[in-house]
C-alpha cells in the first residue's frame, strides 16, 4: 500500500522517465483546484529533490495564477502499463518565465517547443507511492501534433497576442503576470 519517501529515489525516477502524461494540481487558499494533464516530453528530473517542467501555452494558465500567490503544487504519475503503481510527488513551485535569468540553461534542457510559456522549477518535499491497482491499462498510440501546429500557424507574436488576451488571470481572476515576465 502507500509508501512516503522524502526524495525522488533512482527505481522511482526509472518510473517518472517511462511515463508519457502527468498531471499537475495546484490551488490558492480560496480559488478552483486545477488538475492539469502534461506530456509532449516536458519534464525533466534535475535531482532527487527536484524537477522541471516546461509549459507551453494553453487555453488556459492557472497553475501559473496559483503558484502566485500559494506555491503548492502536487505532480501525480500512474502506470497504465505493466505493474500497478501512483506516484505523487508533493512540494513548491516557482515559474520561470523567458525574461528571468535562468531561463536560457532551464529551456536548454529540452527540444524547444513553439509556444512555450513557463518553466516550472518544483522543489519536492514529500513523494509517496500507492498501489494503483484500480487504473485501467491503457495503449500509448503516439503524440497528438494539434497543440503544436496551433503554435506554429499562430508564430510568436500570435502566440504574445493570445497570452494578452486569453492567459493574463486564472478563472479565479488572479493574475499569471505571464505577459510582464514574458514580453
Keep these: 500500500m502507500a509508501q512516503r519517501y522524502l526524495e525522488i529515489s533512482d527505481k522511482l525516477k526509472q518510473f517518472i522517465q517511462q511515463q508519457k502524461i502527468f498531471f499537475v494540481a495546484t490551488a490558492t487558499a480560496d480559488s478552483r483546484i486545477n488538475i492539469s494533464p502534461k506530456g509532449m516530453d516536458t519534464l525533466r528530473i534535475l535531482g532527487n529533490n527536484r524537477i522541471v517542467w ?15 500567490e500559494s506555491p503548492r503544487m502536487t505532480i501525480m504519475f500512474t502506470a497504465f502499463e505493466g505493474d500497478p503503481m501512483i506516484l505523487r510527488l508533493y ?27 513557463q518553466i516550472f522549477d518544483f522543489n519536492v518535499e514529500l513523494v509517496q507511492t500507492s498501489c494503483g491497482m484500480a487504473v485501467p491499462f491503457f ?4 503524440e497528438r501534433e494539434q497543440l503544436t501546429n496551433w503554435a506554429i500557424n499562430k508564430g510568436e507574436e500570435g502566440i504574445k497576442d493570445y497570452w494578452q488576451k486569453k492567459n493574463q488571470s486564472s478563472l479565479d481572476e488572479k493574475p499569471t503576470y505571464i505577459v510582464r515576465k514574458n514580453l
Design 54 to 68: 516546461l509549459n507551453v501555452t494553453g487555453s488556459g494558465n492557472e497553475t501559473a495564477a496559483h503558484i502566485q
Design 91 to 117: 512540494g513548491s513551485a516557482r515559474a520561470v518565465h523567458k525574461n528571468d535569468p535562468e531561463w536560457n540553461e532551464l529551456f536548454s534542457l529540452f527540444d524547444p517547443l513553439p509556444g512555450s510559456r
Design 139 to 142: 495503449d500509448y498510440t503516439g
